[in-house]
């Protein structure tokens, strides 16, 4: 039996704090729909932004990592992987980007959705993708100091069809039902697979990507502008912490979802939205430009960037403007000076806060 299977005693009282977040969601996301309906072509940078780091967290929270300079150049030229953390990370961005091109209703969830994902991410790689487990697997977290920890035996290989197909119909149901809120159907459903653990690996990818797309047809479109991933990488002990306090008594059908649950709900609030308001008012608000070029420079995901990069950033901005927000950084101490000369002039980001 799923934790989902138990929804009439889990959500029949949710807790007050929760209850209280949900609300404050709901609030942000009807805030930032109205602005995207009004200002769509101010949104485009931080969708440039949320990709690269999105594709770029995601694979370093498995310990898939390469350089910044790579990162970019996989994302935004579709340039060709070199090895294999190349490889993986090309892949997220393939599967990343047929769900943020895709209109939300357009995907069906159904394992065979989940298979495709994971086939299009396994792309560029030599393992075979799209497949469930034939053998039996363990999961296992690896905590900050290097050591690794157990966190559950998923289901056995000979069931994983099965399940699967059982936990996405249930899903599907409640979704149709409207009766439970859409936030703690999804964060519900991801730790269930995360439990089955359908394939030999790629599992914890997967489970991001559908927690992007289960958002966005939930009408939470807030992935789209800021990093989940990245808000899951900067929080991973946690995040751990949080599965694993959920997963103790699955298969005893008493583990408690709720730790799981507000983790989730913490980062779509106080990560993604908070960050969401905070860019769109640089965007938005009075010194739209020099917003433009400061929210650029904390998002980056380079810690280097050039003239060049901020002209694209900020198109409209005359580069005497440039230059000045360039210097009040230099003497603020944000930016280092210029490391080199001329129309390629590169500068160093020493601090990520600009206030």
């Known amino acids: 039996?799923?934790?989902?299977?138990?929804?009439?005693?889990?959500?029949?009282?949710?807790?007050?704090?929760l209850v209280i977040s949900l609300i404050n969601?709901?609030?942000?996301?009807?805030?930032?729909t109205s602005y995207e309906r009004q200002h769509p072509?101010?949104?485009?940078q931080l969708q440039t932004i949320a990709r690269i780091q999105s594709t770029e967290a995601s694979n370093a929270i498995e310990g898939i990592s390469a350089p910044a300079a790579r990162i970019r150049a996989l994302v935004?030229?579709?340039?060709?992987?070199?090895?294999?953390?190349?490889?993986?990370?090309?892949?997220?961005?393939?599967?990343?980007?047929?769900?943020?091109s895709?209109?939300?209703?357009?995907?069906?969830?159904?394992?065979?959705t989940i298979k495709q994902l994971h086939k299009i991410m396994s792309e560029y790689t030599t393992t075979p993708g799209g497949q469930f487990k034939t053998t039996d697997n363990t999961v296992e977290d690896e905590l900050p100091d290097g050591t690794r920890r157990t966190r559950f035996h998923p289901v056995p290989a000979w069931r994983t069809e099965d399940e699967t197909q059982r936990l996405t119909d249930t899903y599907r149901a409640l979704a149709a039902d409207r009766t439970i809120p859409p936030l703690l159907l999804i964060g519900t459903y991801i730790l269930d697979?995360?439990?089955?653990?359908?394939?030999?690996?790629g599992n914890g990818r997967i489970s991001r990507l559908l927690t992007h797309l289960l958002l966005r047809q939930a009408g939470f479109h807030v992935g789209c502008y800021v990093s989940l991933e990245k808000i899951i990488d900067d929080t991973r002990s946690t995040y751990y912490d949080a599965l694993h306090a959920s997963t103790i008594g699955w298969h005893e059908d008493a583990n408690d979802p709720y730790p799981w649950l507000r983790y989730l709900v913490g980062v779509v609030i106080n990560g993604a939205y908070t960050h969401y308001e905070q860019r769109v008012g640089a965007l938005g608000g009075r010194g739209t430009k020099t917003a433009a070029i400061t929210t650029f420079i904390q998002s980056n995901l380079a810690e280097e960037f050039t003239i060049a990069?901020?002209?694209?950033?900020?198109?409209?901005?005359?580069?005497?403007?440039?230059?000045?927000?360039?210097?009040?950084?230099q003497r603020e101490g944000i930016i280092s000076p210029a490391l080199s000369r001329g129309r390629a002039a590169r500068?160093?980001?020493?601090k990520h806060d600009i206030s």
């Open 25 to 32: 969601i709901d609030r942000a996301r009807g805030q930032a």
């Open 41 to 44: 072509e101010r949104l485009a």
């Open 76 to 100: 935004e030229s579709d340039a060709t992987p070199t090895n294999r953390p190349e490889q993986e990370i090309a892949g997220y961005r393939k599967a990343l980007d047929l769900i943020n």
């Open 347 to 350: 500068y160093r980001r020493l």
């Open 193 to 201: 697979l995360l439990v089955i653990h359908p394939f030999s690996d």
């Open 102 to 112: 895709t209109p939300p209703d357009a995907i069906r969830l159904t394992p065979g």
């Open 1 to 17: 039996m799923s934790t989902l299977d138990r929804h009439h005693t889990l959500f029949a009282n949710i807790p007050t704090d």
């Open 309 to 329: 990069d901020l002209r694209a950033a900020a198109p409209s901005t005359s580069d005497a403007m440039i230059k000045k927000v360039l210097r009040d950084l």
